[in-house]
């Protein structure tokens, strides 16, 4: 079955500082995608980055990048410059592309507070 | 503007009383899904539709229902809430079989008492 872990139930960071968030997955599949979503307060679901597991290269979207391990299963999310907007939940999830459904898998969460 | 409209927002009632979260979408999308999200378990896939009349179970159906008889609407019923269907709830939409990512309705916190 396919699983997604984050380990890290909270986090902090100082304003402007770099933070790491991580996230490990489980998949048999050769085809997949990988996402992480930011929830912040307003509870919306905000997709952050993606990444497509036949591509080598890195994702990176402004402050936000990853660091995809696929040998590892490693799917980190990586923020520069934290802001305090950047305060909220953020979901590692995947999904197996040409699957039978489109089910994203999704992690426990990972809580980041920006602190000024 | 591509949407995913959710209806309520919130709710609190009481078991037993049958309700239904409805979710709309405009960008004529084939796959449409429900999933809750709780404490310590993150989202969770409810049902899912691969299009008008497919619907079949996801990871956690008990007490839930769908219909999907025209492409945009996916609604949830609750036949008998129960307060363990206190969940945050959230529908999501995308192209059928696709790499494009799922958009998201705003959620509707709904509490069972």
């Known amino acids: 079955a396919q699983t997604v872990t984050q380990s890290q139930p909270e986090m902090s960071v100082q304003e402007a500082e770099t933070v790491t968030l991580s996230c490990t997955y489980d998949?048999?599949?050769?085809?997949?995608?990988l996402f992480w979503y930011k929830q912040p307060p307003s509870r919306q679901m905000i997709l952050v980055i993606r990444q497509e597991a036949y591509k080598q290269q890195n994702a990176t979207e402004n402050r936000f990048s990853v660091n995809f391990q696929k040998a590892a299963k490693s799917f980190s999310l990586k923020i520069s410059d934290s802001q305090l907007g950047d305060t909220a939940m953020y979901f590692c999830a995947s999904l197996n592309y040409g699957g039978a459904t489109n089910k994203l898998i999704f992690g426990t969460g990972t809580l980041l507070a920006v602190q000024p | 503007e591509a949407q995913v409209t959710q209806n309520p927002r919130y709710l609190i009632t009481v078991t037993g009383k049958k309700l239904t979260v409805t979710c709309s979408q405009n960008m004529n999308h084939e796959y449409m899904s429900w999933y809750r999200q709780d404490p310590g378990l993150g989202l969770r896939q409810i049902y899912y539709s691969m299009n008008v009349e497919v619907t079949d179970k996801g990871d956690v159906p008990e007490g839930y229902k769908v219909s999907r008889k025209e492409k945009r609407n996916f609604p949830l019923i609750l036949e008998s809430p129960s307060p363990n269907q206190t969940s945050l709830y959230f529908c999501?939409?995308?192209?059928?079989?696709?790499?494009?990512?799922?958009?998201f309705g705003d959620g509707t916190r709904l509490s069972i008492l």
């Open positions: 999501a939409t995308s192209p059928l079989l696709s790499n494009q990512p799922q958009h």
């Open positions: 998949t048999s599949e050769n085809n997949y995608y």
